[in-house]
């Protein structure tokens, strides 16, 4: 029977999304920012390896990934705050951009660390493939062989479909959301992640920008649409979906080198 396990997931979700999210002010990444610059917190296992995790591919795309990229977040209105007229200042993106640095994340001991107040981590960028490869390991647990995860497009197979031997998910096209650019085929245990500039935007000024930013520059990502990342794990495909994006074709080869395993 499916019932309970189903349960179980939503469980692993609310769970998570409590801890994990910055929309909420009890969240542990909520009380990690009220204590930048102040005090390191006791966090749960599964936001110590979240937040590992995020270090982790912060170090992979040279900083493309920056789970601390929240004031930017704010700043352009995809978080708590609304969204300006128009493109911020130079100035004040700077101001911003000095407390955005992966590296200054303290982990330790079950601990969490931002030194400087003002800084903020968000985890959008990978918390939703964490929680999928949580639900996976707990429908395997629970004996179930033949399943499909899907958290708003952070994918992960098991087993085969009812109707065929492999799962097949198709890829929208970023410029008309009603078609589909082509298939990609999953074999079991695999994952698959979007990032891409239709699903979250804001117009300043009168030009859409994407909510991924660019932590070198500051700004918005310009000049790529989408990306489909696929990996082993739906940890790893969210959160390089992201760098991806950020790094474009441009960078993709660079990008790809340091991920072997991944493919996009
Ligand atoms: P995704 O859809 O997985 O690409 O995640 C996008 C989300 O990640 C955004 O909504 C932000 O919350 C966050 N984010 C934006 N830019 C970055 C970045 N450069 N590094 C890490 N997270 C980011
Ligand atoms: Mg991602």
Known sequence: RIEPVTAQVQGIFDRLEQELSTYRSDSTISQLADQAG????AVSDDAFRVL???RHFGE??????DVTVAPLVNLYGFGKRPTPAALPSEEVIRAQLKL???SRLILKDGTAFLPLKGMAVDLGGIAKGYAVDRAFDSCRNAGIQDFLIDL???IRVSGRPQWGEDWQIGVRDPFDRSRIIGKITLRSGMALATSGNYERFVEMGGQRYSHIIDPKTGYPVTGTAGVTVLAQDATT???MSTPFFVVGLKGADRLRQKAPSVDI
């Open 152 to 154: 708003s497009g952070n």
């Open 237 to 239: 495909a969210d959160g």
């Open 100 to 102: 955005v640095d992966y």
């Open 38 to 41: 102040v005090a390191p917190i």
């Open 52 to 54: 590992s995790l995020a």
């Open 60 to 65: 992979l795309s040279e900083g493309a990934f």
